[in-house]
């Protein structure tokens, strides 16, 4: 069992950054690939990034890359997403998940969730 809280969300500016954090329990973090989506009102939950339990294998979406850089730091237990260059297209409530392996960039991949953090760009 795992648990995930994410922090960090708020209110920004066209242009800034911003660094999520996801605080996960359990003695087996390190055994999972971790993931972020995000979900807009009125549209699917979208995949955004995942980072593999030791680091050495990370994706992003097409609306990350080149922006937004997922790390972990296992003896934390934490993941993060730090997000720069951000845009109104950005705004949406931001989740944290875990997975055991499979279609990652799928939501069907992730048996843990967070309830979210919102974030919200304006122009």
């Known amino acids: 069992q795992v648990q995930l809280v994410e922090s960090g969300g708020g209110l920004v500016q066209s242009g800034d950054s911003l660094r999520l954090s996801c605080a996960a329990s359990g003695r087996t973090f390190s055994s999972y690939f971790m993931g972020w989506f995000r979900q807009a009102p009125g549209k699917e939950r979208e995949f955004v990034a995942f980072i593999s339990g030791s680091g050495g294998n990370i994706a992003y979406g097409e609306s990350a890359k080149g922006r937004f850089t997922i790390s972990r730091d296992n003896a934390k237990n934490t993941v993060h997403l730090q997000m720069n260059g951000l845009e109104p297209e950005d705004t949406a409530v931001y989740y944290c998940?875990?997975?055991?392996?499979?279609?990652?960039?799928?939501?069907?991949?992730?048996?843990?969730w967070g309830q979210g953090t919102q974030v919200t760009v304006s122009s």
């Open positions: 998940a875990a997975s055991s392996g499979g279609k990652l960039v799928a939501v069907s991949a992730y048996s843990y």
